[in-house]
Every structure is written in structure tokens, then in C-alpha cells.
């Protein structure tokens, strides 16, 4: 696994050709531990780069990630992308829905359990917390009724 902190020289060295959009891709999201959107990426890469177009955006999202610089991650509100590609967990936040960087829980204890119990090998896992953020704790605000899962966009940006 690549860590966070691996610079653009690591990228030549794989051979990635580091056109101009795609360094920006990259420092866009490692900036950030929002987990951000392709959507999200497009316009903080437009304030730089202003005829990129998201087709761009998304398409080198895609191939940073395939090479390992960029976690993926499969949510409610779409694809999203985490600059952190080290092992670790995520917790969402029912009210504000940022997604939020935690310890890894489990780890192989776990993953070794749940393949002695069912036979399967595993290769990886993933916990996913849910809650209330320390922010929206303080704030005394509360998940909305019936909006378990809001994790859309909007209030990701910080
Ligand atoms: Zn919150
Ligand atoms: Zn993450």
C-alpha cells in the first residue's frame, strides 16, 4: 500500500505521465480528508484549470486510483475517492454527512474469523461506523428522521 505522503516523483518512477490536470487531481484529494466526489474534485480542479472538463476529471480519478494513489470507494452518493490509501476505516456522520478517516477496527483478527467460519478466503474488509461527529455532538444537532444515510454532497466541502 501507497502512503498518503507519496510524492509526484514515486508517480514518474511508475511511469505515470504527470500531465498538469492530473497532478492537480491528485493534490486536490490528498488535500482533503473529505472523500470527495468526482463532482467535488471538478470544481476545486476548475478554479485552477478552467476548461478541464469532469469527463477529465473522472477518467484520471479512475486511473490514479487503478495505479494506487487514490483510494476508491463505492457510497450512497456515488464514487468517491480517499487520498488516504493506508488501512484504515470510515465513519459517516448522520448529521452533517462528512466521512470521516478512523483507526482500522478489525484487522486480520477479524478477517481470519470470518474465513474460519465460512470457508472463504478473505482479502480485505471493510467496517463502516455511523453516528454523530464531534462538530454536530457539540452543536446538539441530531440525525433527521428517516435520512439515515445522507452522505450527498453539500456539506462534504470544508
Ligand atoms: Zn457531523
Ligand atoms: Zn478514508
Known amino acids: 500500500m501507497l502512503a498518503r505522503q507519496e510524492g509526484l516523483d514515486t508517480l514518474r518512477a511508475r511511469g505515470l505521465r504527470l500531465t ?30 478552467p476548461r478541464v472538463s469532469l469527463a477529465t476529471v ?11 494513489f487514490l483510494a476508491e470507494r463505492a457510497d450512497t452518493g456515488g464514487l468517491r475517492f480517499d487520498g488516504n490509501t493506508g488501512p ?32 472463504f478466503e478473505v482479502l480485505d474488509h471493510r467496517t463502516e461506523y455511523y453516528g454523530r461527529c464531534g462538530a454536530c455532538r457539540r452543536r446538539g444537532r441530531s440525525p433527521v428522521k428517516g435520512q439515515r444515510r445522507r452522505t450527498h454532497g453539500r456539506s462534504q466541502g470544508h
Open 58 to 68: 473522472y477518467r484520471n480519478l479512475r486511473v490514479l486510483a487503478s495505479e494506487g
Open 88 to 119: 484504515h476505516d470510515h465513519f459517516t456522520c448522520l448529521v452533517c454527512g462528512r466521512i470521516y478517516d478512523v483507526p482500522a477496527g478489525t484487522g486480520p483478527g477479524g478477517r481470519r474469523r470470518v474465513a474460519a467460519r465460512t470457508g
Open 20 to 49: 498538469r490536470p492530473r497532478r492537480l487531481i491528485l493534490d486536490v484529494v490528498r488535500a482533503t480528508d473529505a472523500h470527495p466526489t468526482a463532482a467535488l474534485v471538478y470544481q476545486r480542479v476548475r478554479r485552477r484549470l
